[in-house]
């Protein structure tokens, strides 16, 4: 009598195994054996339950010897799911029915291969192999689109090659090869063992270029700008809520007025009108610092915070405890910890921000856990002006004024609100930011590097002395150029955006004979750029006499570029940052020793260095003493 479980086969079935005899043996009856007994608990598997359907998987499949016929079936558990969704492969072990486990293994050393003759898979009860429609049609949908892109390809490119890289995966591409977090280090690695600047890289068919020299990415993003100026679409960003913030913008209208605003209030020459908020803001800091060194890290984001929120938002700082100092924090953790944009499993499947809580990656996990803090981010400061009594000029005052003179003239308003809370919510995110994680760096060196700080504060002893604090009017002063060696070589060691933001390739390009095709995620790898060997002797080392130019008895090596950004998405508040940076560090130094930290029995700890990961990167949390230099030093930051 046939089993009704093992029902004779569908139509859809492929394969059909004959019995051992067709004179007593029915298709679908359970194989003859010469032991009734039941399989052994300990050869089923954990996680295996009732029901015979396997996915057949490529990989050797081993049956164990002839004392254990049945035993195991030894499947490798690293099934390929498009073969598994379109084979079924019904088995019947020992007369036990059993649903595929995950944890099946092949066998152990000696076992025999299966033998896939028809009468061997039935010796080891599989009855019936069916085809799953859908599946195959799935398969052969993909494969189509692939050759359709492969041919698609090669006439577009000419027969040109892609820049080197890598040997990917069928479909997968380099999906499983290229790291989510900090990717940088690989592509620098990858460079280097190609031999080329450029490099490629294929994600589920989508192409990536890596830039790693300036050079390269002077000549695409500088140079041929307009094809490279836009923007990839940002799926975990925007479930971050980064959606309308101006560094994440598509190229378009919205982009270009987005920028216009910013660039008219963080160009070079308009941040000269902030100088005096910025001094005044360096002072509050040394204070913080000489009440309260223990806090040191609060103090000087707060500082930061400070200068970007009037800027910005026309809201002034009053005390250490102001709650936007904890949302500048928040939001500064939570973009230092992010991953890079447009290298997560869902910036190339969108519909996995979708899926269940369980089934998300950890950089989708931590993009709804933290995406409350940047809407703070954007939320809280822009509800703070809005509703502020006293009308103060301000980035946000100036876009808000646009808007309602359009209103006005019965016009439609080119910005929303969310726009507003978007352009200005850049300002907060980057000025901040990168203010605030490049003095972290800087404050790190100083601790392993004593000689360094030795030397720039006889520098700012010789020029500014010691009875007043450095100023802006001080920057241009040639005796103080060690001062801007130490900028630039602290902007250079630990570059705040490692990868950067991706361009997207409007247009098919050509470069150095590498073909670029139109839509591809163009990365400018600013780690590469300011460790490259054949620039920098001993990249790795902090050592801002690099600088010093040839004719001076120094090696005249350049000034790093790349940290800030390319082309028509180089960062707009580059200069204000920089700006920032040199006031604090003259500051700092002319009035203050940047010390290791002491453990409980007074020994003086070396602090390790461990870079965050994400779209910015500096130093995680260390300790670090800050101790006036001298009495006169402390009357001067008191006198402040």
């Not at 000549?219 to 799926?235: A, E, M």
């Not at 509703?387 to 003239?409: F, N």
Request: aromatic fraction near 8%; charged fraction near 20%; glycine fraction near 8%.
């Amino acid at each position: 009598m046939v089993s009704k479980r093992h029902a004779p086969a569908s139509p859809r079935s492929f394969l059909h195994i004959p019995p051992r005899s067709s004179s007593t043996t029915q298709p679908h009856q359970k194989a003859p054996s010469t032991s009734r007994r039941s399989l052994p608990p300990s050869s089923i598997q954990t996680g295996c339950f009732e029901s015979a359907h396997i996915p057949l998987a490529i990989a050797p499949i081993y049956r164990r010897s002839a004392n254990y016929p049945y035993r195991s079936t030894g499947l490798s558990s690293s099934l390929n799911p498009s073969l598994a969704a379109i084979t079924r492969i019904n088995i019947d072990i020992s007369h036990q029915t059993l649903r595929w486990c995950s944890s099946l293994n092949p066998g152990p050393v000696g076992t025999q291969p299966v033998d896939w003759t028809a009468q061997g898979l039935y010796k080891m009860g599989v009855t019936d192999v069916a085809v799953r429609p859908l599946g195959l049609i799935l398969l052969a949908t993909l494969i189509l689109l692939f050759l359709v892109k492969f041919v698609f390809h090669r006439r577009r490119s000419n027969g040109l090659p892609l820049p080197p890289g890598p040997a990917g995966e069928l479909i997968l591409g380099h999906l499983r090869i290229v790291p989510s977090h900090s990717p940088e280090y690989t592509y620098m690695k990858w460079s280097r063992e190609y031999g080329s600047d450029v490099i490629s890289v294929n994600i589920l068919g989508q192409p990536v270029i890596v830039l790693n020299s300036v050079k390269a990415a002077i000549d695409l993003l500088d140079k041929r700008g307009l094809n490279y100026s836009d923007r990839p679409r940002f799926v975990l960003f925007e479930v971050m809520g980064w959606g309308k913030t101006l560094s994440f913008l598509r190229w378009g209208s919205n982009f270009k007025m987005h920028r216009r605003i910013l660039q008219k209030s963080l160009s070079n020459s308009s941040i000269v009108q902030y100088r005096l908020m910025q001094e005044r803001e360096t002072a509050t800091m040394l204070k913080g610092l000489t009440a309260n060194p223990a806090d040191w890290e609060n103090v000087v984001r707060r500082l930061a915070t400070a200068i970007v929120l009037e800027i910005g938002f026309g809201i002034t700082i009053d005390s250490d405890k102001d709650p936007f100092i904890q949302v500048a924090a928040d939001a500064s953790y939570a973009l230092g910890h992010g991953g890079a944009p447009a290298g997560t499993p869902v910036d190339f499947f969108p519909i996995l921000r979708y899926m269940p809580r369980w089934l998300h990656d950890r950089s989708l996990k931590f993009a709804n856990d933290w995406g409350w803090a940047i809407r703070n981010l954007h939320d809280k400061p822009f509800d703070a002006a809005v509703s502020a009594q006293r009308r103060t000029e301000s980035i946000i005052q100036v876009m808000l004024d646009q808007r309602q003179a359009q209103i006005d003239k019965g016009e439609t308003p080119e910005l929303g609100l969310d726009d507003i809370k978007g352009a200005a919510g850049a300002v907060f995110a980057a000025g901040q930011d990168t203010t605030w994680a490049t003095i972290m760096v800087f404050v790190i060196n100083m601790i392993l590097h004593p000689e360094v700080q030795s030397k720039a504060q006889q520098a700012l002893d010789q020029v500014v002395g010691r009875c007043r604090m450095p100023n802006f009017n001080d920057r241009q002063n040639p005796g103080l150029r060690y001062i801007e060696y130490l900028v630039q070589e602290t902007l250079r060691w630990c570059p705040v955006s490692p990868i950067g933001i991706p361009h997207r390739s409007i247009e098919d390009d050509v470069y150095n004979g590498y073909f670029i095709p139109a839509g591809s995620f163009v990365y400018a790898n600013a780690r590469a750029m300011t460790h490259d060997a054949d620039t920098y002797l001993h990249p790795d080392e902090f050592d801002p006499d690099r600088y010093t130019p040839i004719e001076e008895g120094g090696r005249g090596e350049p000034f790093p570029n790349g940290q800030f950004g390319f082309g028509r998405r180089v960062c707009v508040g580059q200069h204000l940052a920089k700006a920032s940076v040199w006031i604090v560090i003259a500051c700092i130094l002319s009035t203050m020793d940047v010390k290791k930290p002491l453990d409980e029995q007074g020994n003086e700890v070396t602090p390790k260095v461990k870079l965050t990961d994400g779209l910015t990167s500096q130093p995680d949390g260390f300790d670090a003493r800050f101790i006036p230099r001298d009495d006169i030093s402390l009357d001067l930051i008191r006198e402040l």
